[in-house]
């Protein structure tokens, strides 16, 4: 029970409020940026207008890179889940040891600057003969969104007593049976989570998807650098508004599907 002053506990939220303003309020600037009816981004706006919006959905470029986008965000999303379950399950199944130095190595994306492992991929992707490709981008995704996999479903992993995988295998049920009725419904709040984070991960970089991406496999991230760096116009804005929309719906999605399995009987 918190007993603080209630002078303490109206000063401790408003600071909280004034950080987190500090924090959120910069990003959400993009978004009256993208209704500006000028050709410069002016804030505030000094005219609202949609044109912007319309040139985006009309502009072949950038609705191909959007689609890239969301197709990498797809492919590495289903990956980084199916290989990052089995890592979180394996690391669960092997002594403290092993568990730590191979955590140590899933980790590694993480702790790695983006540039140093964009550079590795990029040489790797070279002699592979997939610079340029598509595939080259979602493998690349998938190193940085793997370890976001395996701490969400590790997590969730904590929850499962390992009393009921005993008892679901003493009844004759195979292992598979064991992982789709008793694992999965307890890890799936997990497996949300780190799905989320993968898609989102992948659908914000930029960095590896300079590297890596040709002029097919262009993204999103990598046309508003080149339209950033070559002519500052609300279109980008629009770009980034449309990353924030779609990041807030799937924070929503994800926490209601949480909400929705844990309240689900067993």
Excluded: C
Aim: charged share 10%; no cysteine.
């Amino acid at each position: 029970m918190n007993t603080a002053p209630l002078p303490v506990r109206i000063a401790a939220h408003a600071f909280a409020g004034l950080v987190l303003a500090f924090l959120v309020l910069p990003i959400l600037a993009v978004v009256p940026a993208s209704f500006n009816k000028a050709s410069f981004i002016y804030l505030p706006p000094k005219a609202l207008a949609w044109r912007w919006y319309q040139s985006f959905f009309a502009d072949t470029e950038w609705m191909t890179t959007l689609i890239n986008s969301l197709e990498v965000a797809v492919m590495v999303t289903l990956l980084s889940v199916a290989l990052g379950t089995a890592a979180a399950l394996g690391l669960e199944r092997i002594g403290r040891r092993w568990r730590t130095l191979l955590a140590g190595l899933f980790m590694a994306p993480m702790i790695v600057p983006v540039i140093i492992t964009g550079v590795a991929l990029y040489r790797t992707a070279i002699g592979l003969q997939l610079s340029g490709t598509i595939w080259a981008v979602v493998l690349g995704h998938t190193v940085l969104a793997l370890p976001l996999v395996v701490i969400n479903v590790g997590i969730s992993l904590r929850s499962v007593d390992p009393n009921w995988l005993r008892a679901a295998t003493g009844l004759g049920a195979s292992p598979w049976t064991v992982f789709r009725t008793v694992t999965l419904p307890n890890i799936l709040p997990g497996l949300i989570g780190g799905a989320v984070f993968a898609f989102l991960t992948s659908f914000d970089e930029v960095v590896l998807s300079i590297f890596l991406a040709g002029h097919q496999g262009k993204t999103l991230p990598v046309k508003m650098w080149e339209a950033i760096r070559i002519e500052l116009t609300p279109e980008a804005a629009v770009a980034a508004t449309m990353m924030i929309l779609l990041a807030v719906v799937l924070f929503v999605a994800a926490r209601l599907a949480t909400r929705k399995s844990k309240d689900a009987p067993r």
